[in-house]
């Protein structure tokens, strides 16, 4: 993240001064130095009004003005900023103002009389700072913005994803990272029978649902229960059972574990397919 000279020298400054003579001063020495979008105001009233309409990347601020002081003008300009960075210079002949000034936000000072020099390196630090904070809070909206569209995308690919493998399996699954089913198409209970505490040869209640458990193979239901609790992904695991009458069902199970961008868990998810059936 870089700034060319161009950037620095067509930035917005204003000069408030209730002199004339500081006025014409500050103008001739930045016109001189290669700045060319530099306005002046002798009235402080306005200064928010301006800074509203067109941000300024610097204000030159006399302290001492009367009517309104350059306090008075930076309470007012903390209710008009477009972001939380006052790009503010305070000019004073008063020493005890400048901490007063940073306190209240002001980022630097100048002091009274003019040191042309000192004038000179403060606005280009001042500047350059202020425009490198103004490109960074550019980039991080531009990548906050590549983020909503990124997650807008991820989410309509799920969706996508979720429609296919409903399509193409026999039945697919999710659960929350607590163990219970969000998401259930196909006979998921029954087949997996994934939230089963007691693996019986009878059927088994499982909330409001009854659950058949007669048939399915003990160790490869708790094989593939022992991967889900460890967070694991599987593929094709294969998972049998065998009917009433000696027939036998054999299906192959895959799934995984769903993690947000933050890496947090956030459940399974699975599907399965009928690959054999025979007596």
């Known amino acids: 993240m870089t700034l060319t000279e161009e950037d620095i020298l067509q930035a917005r400054i204003l000069v408030v001064d209730d002199q004339e003579a500081n006025i014409a001063l500050l103008s001739q020495l930045l016109q001189e130095a290669g700045y060319t979008r530099v306005s002046s105001t002798m009235n402080p009233q306005e200064v928010c009004a301006l800074h509203r309409r067109d941000p300024y990347e610097l204000i030159l601020l006399d302290l001492q003005m009367p009517g309104m002081d350059g306090f008075q003008v930076m309470q007012g300009l903390k209710t008009s900023l477009v972001d939380r960075y ?45 425009l490198l904070y103004r490109k960074l809070d550019d980039y991080n909206k531009r990548l906050e913005q590549v983020v909503q569209e990124r997650t807008a995308e991820l989410r ?43 693996f019986d040869d009878n059927t088994v209640p499982v909330g409001d649902v009854v659950v058949e458990g007669a048939g399915w193979n003990r160790a490869q239901r708790e094989a593939l229960q022992a991967m889900i609790t460890a967070r694991q ?24 574990p769903m993690f947000n961008q933050a890496c947090r868990f956030l459940g399974y998810r699975g599907i399965g397919v009928e690959v054999m059936a025979r007596t």
Do not use: C
């Open 156 to 198: 309509e690919s799920e969706a996508r994803y979720r429609s296919l493998t409903e399509l193409a399996s026999d039945w697919y699954w999710e659960q929350d990272e607590a163990g219970a089913f969000t998401r259930v198409s196909g006979p998921v209970l029954e087949m997996l029978g994934l939230q089963v505490n007691a």
């Open 86 to 130: 006052m790009p503010v210079i305070v000019l004073t002949a008063q020493p005890g103002h400048k901490l007063r000034a940073l306190q209240a936000g002001a980022r630097d000072f100048i002091s009274k009389p003019f040191d042309l020099v000192e004038v000179k390196t403060r606005i280009r630090n001042m500047l350059e700072v202020r």
């Open 233 to 256: 992904p599987f593929l094709d695991f294969l998972f049998s059972r065998t009917r009433p009458d000696g027939s036998q069902q054999q299906y192959r199970v895959s799934g995984e």
